[in-house]
């Protein structure tokens, strides 16, 4: 079993690892892509999203790390000869369809665990991969932005606040009611397309809740983003907001509330039809 300074550079390690991987691919990424098949999240794979999940396989190998992979991309996946000790559950790129379309936020998530559920991570990663920003935290040590110290809004007021929404479905007669009344009584609604960055702005205080009610979200997206937004001291629930401990599986969905501090999100949460 690594210690945590054993995880900070081995995090870091993937991350430059992924960075220097992925720019071949971004060089061609204009031109039409290479139908691989469907990833165990039952998205379609890209030559991208392999090559940065190769990276990371590879640095955790080079490490002498024994773990069970858990990706959007390959699946379940054992290596080493105690791989039941340690879960690394990635997505390797998360916000693929930005990085294929030129648009600039797009990351890549890790998160480490002793057991296959989110409230289990103890160490978690997510850079964004344009402009080469890295989120990390280590249960019960804080939240970090290139090594800065970070923290969730204090914003409580819905008048004032930036609400991240993923709206992102075809079954948008179903989510879009749930989210009528929040939506009118906040001032400014963004979203970006990619959750696990998304999460990230909540936790460093550029965003004031993040809410993705569609119920097809994996897990493998937000397992490092979770923790993070926790150490940066911020709240995240179920929308009827119980305690969210799910399991970490490529097919594993959720709908969550994230927000920066617990009166705001009192208030998404009353406002938000479950
Ligand atoms: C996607 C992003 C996006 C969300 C999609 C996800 P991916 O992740 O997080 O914001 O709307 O549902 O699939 O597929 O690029 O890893
Ligand atoms: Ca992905």
Redesign the pocket.
Known sequence: MKAQNDWQQILIQCKNNVQTSIKPCLKTIKEPQPDLGKGA?G?AMKPVDLAAEKAIVETLKKHDVSFTLIS?ESGVKKFGATPDECYVTV?P??????LLHGLPF?ACSIAVSRKPAVGDVYAGLVVDLFHDVTYTAFKGKGAYRDGEKIETSKTVSLDEAVVGL?I?TYKVKEVAPKLTALIEKTKHIR??????L?LCYVANGLTDAFI?M?G???TT?VAAGFLIIKEAGGIVTTPENQALNVKLDPKQTLSFIASGNMQIHKKIVSLVKS
Do not use: M, Q
């Open positions: 999240g998205d959007e997505d790129i998360d916000g693929t369809t930005n797009y993923d992102n979203h970006f397309g990619a959750n696990a998304e993705d569609r097809k979200l994996r997206d």
